[in-house]
């Protein structure tokens, strides 16, 4: 049963996460905000993982054997912990606290995530971006940047894409996007200037976070409508809060969501799994990962349909 609920608060919608497994019967718990009933995407973003702090003795750390992705991109980004990525562009990187790894799979890319030995304490986000139609198809590509923290009044920030407080990530995006950790300090209030036509959502990871003055617990996110020239942070703890910050204009078009693949019609879904389960070129294949793939579920007994938002009051 899905337990997400959402609230309004004062011009902030409030979104629950649920627990989910990632990537198999033993794979560790996530805690998911996007996508749910509520709301499907915060301008291009459409999902949003949140996990730890995990103990990797306890939970057996992270072990994604490979699978696909069409139509989207992946944002990783570790608050502690280490994460070893292959994919079948050939790439081998590894994901550590403070830098983004953007993965592209527009007609398709496979890769694999596993926690590395040395990793005791695995604690971060991952994130995805729907691709806008002219360019879901686009070529497989990885993007790695580490951004230079930025000292404002109150907290900390690194930009890892978009544009905020003055720094700008270099990293390429198909839409205009926001992506920023902040971290506040114990009991500042800090004032961030953002641009009006993007709608935003602040994913709480420590703290109790005042956001455009609704409350926001840990594992919360906040959802700001379009329309905010600046959006008001407040920490009212004893201790540094850590937030999540994303944005972008609203993605008008309908995305399909469905297991790994983004596309815009069942049709797209079908043909994505078909792919993937006869080991298609579509994909390509990941060395250096010693298990199997994952297997695709089985699509369910109903026409797939596009996820909407609602309209914004």
């Known amino acids: 049963m899905d337990h997400t609920e959402a609230g309004v608060g004062v011009g902030v919608e409030v979104l629950t996460a649920r627990d989910v497994p990632l990537g198999g019967p033993r794979a560790m718990t996530v805690r998911r905000t996007l996508p749910q009933r509520a709301r499907t995407l915060i301008g291009a973003w459409c ?6 702090p995990d103990r990797v003795a306890d939970s057996g750390g992270m072990d ?7 139509g989207l991109q992946t944002v990783s980004w570790l608050f502690s912990g280490e994460i070893e990525h292959r994919d079948s562009l050939g790439t081998h990187a590894f994901v550590r606290p403070g830098e983004i ?3 592209t799979g527009g007609h ?4 694999t995530e596993v926690s590395t030995p040395a990793t005791t304490v695995l604690h971060g986000v991952q994130l995805w971006v729907a691709l806008p139609g002219e360019h ?5 590509a990885f993007q790695h940047h580490a951004p230079v923290p930025v000292r404002v009044d109150g907290a900390e920030l690194r930009v890892f894409l978009g544009t905020l407080a003055g720094d700008t990530s270099p990293v390429r995006t198909f839409t205009p996007l926001l992506g920023s ?5 114990a009991g500042a209030s800090l004032t961030l200037d953002v641009d009006p036509d993007f ?3 602040l994913l709480v990871d420590t703290g109790a976070v005042r956001f455009e003055g609704t409350p926001l617990r840990p594992a919360e996110l906040g959802y700001a409508a379009p329309g905010r020239s600046a959006l008001t942070l407040v920490n009212d703890s004893d201790r540094p809060a850590r937030t999540v910050l994303l944005g972008g204009p609203p993605f008008e078009e309908e995305i399909v969501m469905w297991w790994n693949f983004i596309g815009r019609s069942h049709q797209d879904i079908a043909e994505a799994r078909e792919e993937w389960e006869r080991a298609s070129d579509r994909f390509g294949s990941v060395d250096g990962h010693p298990g199997g793939r994952l297997p695709a579920p089985a699509l369910p007994n109903a026409v797939i349909t596009p996820r909407k938002n609602p309209s914004h009051r």
């Open 47 to 52: 999902f949003a993982d949140h996990y730890g």
């Open 64 to 70: 994604v054997a490979p699978h696909p992705h069409t």
């Open 101 to 103: 790894n953007l993965m």
């Open 108 to 111: 398709g890319i496979s890769h």
């Open 136 to 140: 879901r198809h686009a070529p497989r």
């Open 181 to 185: 950790e902040v971290l506040i300090d």
């Open 199 to 201: 709608e935003h959502g």
